[in-house]
């Protein structure tokens, strides 16, 4: 079946301790990117990676990284969480048709 | 800079037609495609528009038109499944999501 799949699902950390929140699809697809969403503010573009070895920052880039050494995954890295951080992620792959195809989302809490 | 403008809300009853309208501004414009969010869940694709015209999936019709920047999507007979959020996106240099359309759908 093909999906977008990210890990954890929930999590619940506090400010400072770092994390990353994992993505992978099996789409072999070569465009993948980050989202937050947040009530009132929509869906806000994150980081973007449009091949291997090749990232680009989108709207809201502060206080996150990203890697994509391999085409199949491409994690979101939390260096010092804040408070502001707590949103709901999605991690997406897109298709040749400009589809965008998303992961079940990551809940994410910082105290 | 890149500007997407979609309706907060509207109210229809089932097995009528409603329609949510999309403008955009953008530099680089390549399509316009179509998401339906459930409460809790992810968005899902509905369609893409890289052409003017319409796209029919089903009850699901999408239509645009690149001279006026402006693009819609069609929903007939409406279920009590489909009360959702709706966003429009546009495909550009990179992707840019309207702030999304709640539908409520009414018996």
């Known amino acids: 079946e093909a999906q977008v799949t990210q890990n954890p699902r929930y999590l619940i950390t506090v400010t400072g301790k770092k994390l990353t929140v994992t993505c992978s699809q099996n789409m072999n697809h070569e465009y993948m990117s980050w989202y937050r969403q947040d009530p009132g503010l929509g869906l806000r573009q994150i980081y973007y990676s449009m091949n291997v070895e090749v990232t680009d920052k989108g709207d809201v880039p502060e206080g996150y990284k990203v890697s994509r050494k391999e085409k199949r995954n491409f994690p979101l890295i939390l260096e010092s969480p804040s408070p502001n951080q707590t949103s709901l992620y999605f991690c997406?792959?897109?298709?040749?048709?400009?589809?965008?195809?998303f992961g079940p989302g990551t809940r994410l809490t910082v105290l | 800079g890149q500007s997407l403008e979609q309706p907060s809300e509207v109210t229809a009853v089932e097995g009528a037609i409603v329609q949510i309208n999309c403008t955009y501004q953008?530099?680089?414009?390549?399509?316009l495609s179509w998401y339906q969010q459930h409460d809790g869940g992810a968005p899902t694709f509905l369609s893409y528009n890289g052409l003017d015209g319409l796209e029919e999936t089903g009850r699901f019709s999408s239509f645009l038109s690149r001279s006026d920047s402006y693009g819609y999507l069609l929903l007939q007979e409406l279920q009590m499944k489909d009360s959702a959020s709706y966003f429009c996106a546009v495909r550009a240099n990179k992707f840019y999501f309207g702030s999304g359309t709640k539908l409520n759908v009414k018996p």
């Open positions: 953008t530099s680089g414009f390549y399509g």
């Open positions: 997406v792959s897109v298709g040749s048709y400009n589809e965008q195809f």
